[in-house]
């Protein structure tokens, strides 16, 4: 089971900040958050991770509060084609056998509208 | 230049046939894997291989088989396929390096249709 509860949907205005929330209250210590999306029919596509500071990168922003119960993802200036489902997935990244497992939830359908 | 390509991108066959689909990457990473998802848009993850050794299978039943011949291939071959293994299956690839895991690149997609 995923270990994050996201909103089913949201609503953006294009041009406008998209933050995408996410829950993650039993995440341990070497547990990572990724964020992932899928546009419609493609391969889910890797955004950002981050271990407990915030991170940003060229595609959004990650914040991650200081218990590590949850975080935001931020997509600064939404566009028609970030319309997608987004996935927030916390991950052990590290020294177990279930390294590398993805474990997908709902996620977040996100439509950006004009 | 793809980097993670999947033949082939539609697949429609009967009950009961036999049927594989290849899935290669061109980013020298070191781990693949294979995801399933199904009507329901819920994907999970089947089988993992790290450098052509599998460690990661999540109770598929065994008609499902994968093989991985080298670290830039791994194909998934399904025997007597049912129609509840009608689906859109992934590929995908990361560059695992010791026990340290990084993040996953997928393939375009399988839509598998068994009728």
């Known amino acids: 089971d995923a270990k994050t509860t996201q909103p089913t949907s949201m609503d953006c205005a294009e041009g406008r900040a998209a933050n995408l929330p996410c829950n993650h209250s039993?995440?341990?210590?070497?547990?990572?958050v990724y964020w992932y999306r899928q546009i419609h029919s493609q391969g889910p596509q890797y955004i950002i991770h981050?271990?407990?500071n915030n991170e940003t990168n060229e595609m959004a922003s990650l914040i991650i509060t200081e218990d590590r119960k949850s975080s935001t993802l931020i997509l600064p200036h939404a566009t028609l084609r970030d319309t997608a489902v987004y996935y927030c997935?916390?991950?052990?990244?590290?020294?177990?056998?279930?390294?590398?497992?993805?474990?997908f939830g709902q996620g977040t359908t996100l439509q950006v509208k004009p | 230049d793809t980097a993670v390509s999947q033949t082939p991108k539609y697949l429609v066959t009967q009950m009961g046939n036999d049927k594989s689909i290849k899935c290669e990457q061109n980013?020298?990473?070191?781990?693949m894997y294979w995801y399933k998802q199904d009507s329901k848009k819920f994907l999970k993850i089947m089988f993992s291989?790290?450098?052509?050794?599998?460690?990661i299978n999540e109770t598929v039943p065994n008609r499902f088989s994968p093989k991985s011949p080298d670290k830039a291939h791994l194909n998934l071959h399904i025997n007597s396929l049912e129609l509840g293994d009608s689906a859109v299956y992934f590929c995908?690839?990361?560059?695992?390096?010791?026990?340290?895991?990084?993040?996953?690149?997928f393939g375009p997609g399988t839509r598998l249709t068994v009728t």
């Open positions: 981050g271990l407990k």
């Open positions: 980013l020298g990473h070191d781990t």
């Open positions: 995908a690839s990361s560059q695992d390096a010791g026990d340290k895991s990084y993040e996953q690149y």
């Open positions: 291989y790290n450098n052509k050794e599998l460690i």
């Open positions: 997935i916390v991950r052990v990244a590290y020294g177990s056998s279930n390294t590398g497992k993805l474990i």
């Open positions: 039993t995440i341990s210590g070497n547990e990572y």
